[in-house]
């Protein structure tokens, strides 16, 4: 190039990328794409050519919208900043001001919080109810209803959502459902192959699956897809191309990890269930025929000093999120469960000794041995 230094060292690209056959997606770590002509600059708005602005669409994000659509059997699906964006970006695609939800009352607290409090500031109401009762969820339905949402499994009790049940009643009234799938993950649930609309990850957890991303992943019909995806480029809740390049990186050991976690979950929610210091072991048991997941939740007896407890752990961290590689604790009370209000506490059954376990894919003894031997040691 015939050009002076300081304009060489801007101009060094990679050239004839399109003839390099990488293995694994390269990271499209840009804001932009290039143009060669006006002709080409016009083929994007002609639909010729898919990428134009990151924030408006790249190859790394595509890729792991269509990733998490596929293992949902869903057509499309859009990737974002966060699980709560894309929760964020699915309910604004199905309900505007003068709309009303209706929400299970256990739902993950940043997702209460988002709907109690800030889509109300924009006009959108929620009845939040217990999902256990058909004729509860029939009698909350307004004329304005638009969404009904929850969890194919909730925090911290795991209590597992009859998605037949509420795809019927909401088929019924004709309203759209939505269903959070992060605790499930793909492996072992698929709603919206039972019918519901849109399903909605925190890709934070399983999907990354290593503690080191932060994402959301919005997947469902290609329609409402499409309208949740103009919310994400016009709220600027799209997400990095290296997070979704990590998070696809992530899914490739989605199955493997689940399996080994699920059945450490197994394991050691057995051994407590047979500890009399643990007061009651709540792990489900019909999620899937390959596991029932990989959280166990636990209520210490009143005899086990709480604190004591959690400083006894050893390698087992106290950590506010789960789904990592490696076993963690979090406290419901002291964190995710914090912000409700205490009758509702009380009503789900957040207490002092309410602990949460996520499983990792360490050796099931070794796990089991720590939580006996920190048990053992908050009886002192
Ligand atoms: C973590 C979590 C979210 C929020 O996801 P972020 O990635 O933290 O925004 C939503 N739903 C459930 C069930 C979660 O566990």
Redesign the pocket.
């Given at each position: 190039m015939g050009v002076s230094f300081d304009t060489k060292v801007v101009h060094n690209s990679l050239k004839n990328t399109n003839v390099i056959h990488s293995k694994t997606t390269p990271i499209y770590q840009t804001t932009a794409f290039t143009f060669s002509s006006l002709e080409e600059l016009e083929g994007f708005y002609q639909g010729e050519s898919p990428y134009l602005y990151s924030r408006t669409g790249n190859p790394n994000t595509d890729e792991l919208g269509q990733a998490v659509a596929a293992l949902e059997g869903a057509p499309t699906g859009v990737a974002t900043s966060?699980?709560?964006?894309a929760?964020l970006a699915g309910i604004l695609s199905v309900a505007k001001a003068g709309d009303h939800v209706v929400a299970a009352e256990d739902l993950?607290g940043?997702?209460y919080h988002l709907l109690k409090e800030e889509l109300k500031q924009f006009g959108i109401e929620t009845t939040f109810i217990s999902f256990e009762n058909s004729d509860q969820i029939k009698n909350s339905i307004q004329k304005n209803t638009t969404l009904l949402y929850t969890?194919t499994v909730t925090?911290p009790f795991l209590r597992v959502e009859d998605i037949g049940k509420l795809v019927e009643i909401a088929r019924e009234e004709s309203i759209i459902t939505m269903v959070?799938n992060?605790?499930a993950s793909p492996y072992l649930k698929q709603p919206f192959l039972e019918g519901v609309d849109l399903v909605v990850h925190?890709?934070?957890?399983y999907l990354g699956g290593h503690s080191d991303v932060?994402?959301?992943v919005l997947v469902g019909h290609a329609n409402l897809v499409e309208r949740a995806r103009e919310k994400v480029v016009n709220l600027g809740a799209n997400l990095s191309p290296f997070e979704a390049w990590l998070t696809c990186r992530g899914i490739k050991t989605l199955a493997l990890r689940m399996e080994r976690q699920a059945s450490n979950a197994k394991e050691l929610a057995q051994a407590l269930m047979a500890n009399v210091s643990v007061k009651r072991v709540y792990y489900p048991k019909y999620v899937s025929e390959k596991g029932n997941g990989a959280i166990v939740t636990i209520e210490l007896s009143d005899k086990c000093n709480i604190s004591q407890f959690f400083a006894s752990l050893g390698w087992v961290k106290i950590v506010p999120?789960?789904a990592g590689v490696e076993t963690t604790v979090s406290y419901p009370l002291g964190t995710s469960h914090r912000a409700l209000p205490q009758e509702l506490q009380e009503k789900i059954g957040i207490n002092k000794q309410v602990v949460r376990i996520s499983l990792g894919i360490e050796s099931a003894n070794d796990i089991i041995k720590q939580f006996e031997d920190a048990i053992q040691s908050s009886l002192k």
């Open positions: 966060s699980g709560l964006s929760i993950y940043g997702t969890e925090n959070d992060t605790f925190s890709a934070t957890k932060t994402a959301g999120t789960l």
